[in-house]
């Protein structure tokens, strides 16, 4: 007789779940337009749909003057079904479950001693369902820490955020293994006695399926720590590089210390000259010399045009390079000349002569005048501001307007 | 010791080997037997082998600290430190123009198109280029905003920051010299004490013990 109720109301559950169910699919749009925004958009539902769907707890009210919302358990399954990761929770409650378990094998007891046999499989069901709950729970966890992880946290783009992400999941690790460490086996067995079902059930099944979560949490966990060191190193090494730029910028004039000159010069400074390792063909070994002759014959011919002798520049290749020595060592003395002038207290002027003279220095009178004053045409226009150059100079001749100068004078601009 | 001359061409000729810019050069130079065995080779021209603190990158340094080789290392320093402000520049340039969150690192892949076309949609960035292709470390005498991009990383590849594994395509790859780079800010920063913040700003420490 009782067994007919049960049936009834079985039949009922279905009855009402496969309709309710199929609401979900009716107003998939909906859902979906709910799901990605805070509220239900309600002009697109009549009102005993949306009566239906406040019924089978699809949707919610959370108050008079707020606006229908999707129900938590809803949007979970939503992004449970998307992977969507933004908005996928973790949620191993393994204390509620526990407390069920215990619950359901005291009243499966019961039944077995009653020998109420209906009662007993429907419990066993539950059990069942309860573990397969509790495992699926824990792999999904795991499979959405996974997929955060093998993706860099690439539903979000900014570091900073990656960060955080990336420290919740860790958080969310240490609430599963907080849950895990729940689950205390002895006590399993003490609570199953010797039951053969329940023992299959509750304690072989159970431990091994939770001994590979274990190592799987353990090591997403571990590869979770790698990830925020190396989000950490990135997000150190953008802000000292903007912050030493940022610095250099403030402070043009920022010179550091010279490190090559300490007794100590650290290792990152002490960088070699370079240094090429060079070779030329060499005929001192007979075997070589074959293979240098191949080498010879390979080449391709020259193309020898036929020069003239008027294109022949002489060969002064030494002399020339002994003139661009002395006109260096010129342009060095006279450089030392400005930068006395620039020494000179109260701006003087200092004759190019006088200084010529008194210095032991012996260049020809001309030729240091000239040097002189295209130095100072060779400097940059600010820095030629810089300085005064008075040249002492007369006429030629009375025919014409050539000038002759005899001494220049240069003279620090105050 | 035969089989390293191409590496030991390489590290003499001044040139910082990273798993990027050589791979099986660097993979030989992280065997610690190899790097005893290239010191000694080293000894009689007064070099050795050296790497960051990471060891992502090695290079040559002077074995005996000789008045030759301080004059040369201070001209070297003055050189880093003329270049070093345009250089952590056209990082952060880098940085914005292709929105990145983070710093050009080893391994990066850039395209001079991809970085000229970001640049030539803003304003700003276009201007931040070409006041970096005009400094003197770059040397751009061009205005085109393409001819000064490609000066940037024709510079860039020449000092060894760059490398281009296709001399006919555009397409460079960051090489772990960057690494040293950072070193070297990081290391004149500690050494000067300058005021510039490397850790986190938030401090997401101090907000879990809010919580």
């Known amino acids: 007789m009782s067994s007919n109720g049960e049936h009834a109301l079985e039949s009922r559950l279905l009855k009402t779940g496969s309709e309710r169910l199929a609401l979900l699919g009716k107003h998939a749009d909906v859902l979906m337009q709910a799901y990605t925004r805070d509220e239900v958009p309600l002009e697109s539902l009549s009102d005993s749909a949306l009566r239906k769907l406040l019924a089978a707890r699809i949707l919610w009210r959370p108050d008079e003057q707020s606006g229908v919302k999707l129900a938590p358990k809803v949007r979970e399954l939503i992004a449970e079904m998307l992977a969507d990761e933004t908005r996928r929770h973790v949620n191993a409650d393994v204390a509620e479950t526990l407390e069920l378990i215990r619950a359901l094998v005291h009243s499966y007891r019961e039944a077995r001693s009653r020998g109420e046999h209906w009662r007993l499989e429907q419990q066993l069901m539950r059990l069942r369902q309860e573990v397969d709950d509790l495992n699926g729970r824990f792999a999904d966890a795991i499979d959405s820490l996974w997929q955060r992880l093998n993706s860099d946290f690439g539903f979000v783009s900014q570091l900073n955020d990656k960060i955080r992400e990336n420290d919740r999941a860790q958080k969310q690790i240490a609430r599963l293994l907080d849950g895990l460490a729940l689950i205390d086996f002895d006590e399993l067995i003490e609570l199953v006695g010797s039951d053969g079902s329940l023992r299959k059930l509750l304690i072989s099944l159970l431990q091994q399926q939770l001994s590979q979560h274990y190592t799987g949490l353990r090591e997403v966990q571990r590869r979770l720590i790698e990830l925020m060191a190396r989000f950490r190193k990135q997000q150190a090494r953008s802000r000292l590089i903007s912050g030493m730029a940022a610095f250099m910028r403030e402070h043009p004039g920022f010179v550091p210390g010279n490190y090559a000159r300490r007794s100590e010069v650290p290792g990152l400074v002490n960088q070699a000259a370079p240094l090429s390792a060079a070779a030329a063909p060499a005929l001192d070994r007979n075997l070589d010399s074959r293979l240098l002759a191949e080498l010879l014959h390979q080449l391709p011919q020259p193309r020898h045009t036929t020069q003239t002798v008027e294109a022949a520049a002489p060969a002064q290749a030494q002399e020339s390079s002994l003139a661009a020595a002395r006109q260096q060592a010129l342009k060095q003395d006279v450089e030392h000349f400005y930068l006395s002038v620039i020494d000179q207290p109260q701006a003087e002027p200092v004759s190019a002569l006088e200084y010529l003279h008194e210095s032991p220095l012996e260049w020809p009178e001309e030729i240091w005048l000239f040097q002189v004053i295209s130095e100072y045409q060779g400097l940059p226009r600010s820095d030629q501001k810089a300085f005064r150059l008075k040249q002492q100079e007369s006429q030629a001749s009375q025919f014409n307007h050539l000038r002759l100068i005899h001494d220049v004078e240069l003279q620090l601009a105050v | ?211």
């Open chain 2, 1 to 211: 010791m035969i089989e390293h001359g191409p590496l030991l061409e390489r590290l003499l000729a001044g040139e910082f080997v990273c798993p990027i810019s050589d791979e099986s050069g660097y993979r030989h130079l992280t065997n610690e037997e190899t790097r005893e065995e290239i010191d000694t080779y080293l000894r009689p021209l007064n070099r050795r082998l050296a790497s960051n603190e990471e060891g992502s990158v090695y290079f040559l340094a002077w074995r005996q600290l000789n008045d030759n080789a301080r004059d040369q290392l201070s001209r070297q320093l003055g050189d880093t430190l003329n270049s070093l402000l345009p250089l952590l520049e056209w990082l952060q340039l880098v940085q914005e123009a292709l929105g990145r969150d983070t710093l050009a690192a080893p391994g990066d892949v850039l395209k001079p198109a991809e970085f000229s076309a970001k640049c030539e949609d803003n304003q700003s960035l276009r201007e931040r280029l070409e006041r970096l292709a005009t400094d003197s470390f770059f040397g751009s005498q061009s205005d085109q905003l393409d001819a000064q991009v490609k000066q940037v990383f024709k510079r860039l590849k020449e000092h060894g920051y760059l490398l281009q594994p296709h001399s006919e395509r555009q397409v460079f790859v960051v090489t772990g010299k960057i690494d040293y780079l950072v070193d070297l800010v990081r290391f004149i920063r500690d050494e000067e004490n300058l005021p510039i913040e490397e850790g986190s700003e938030e401090g997401s420490g101090s907000q879990e013990a809010l919580l």
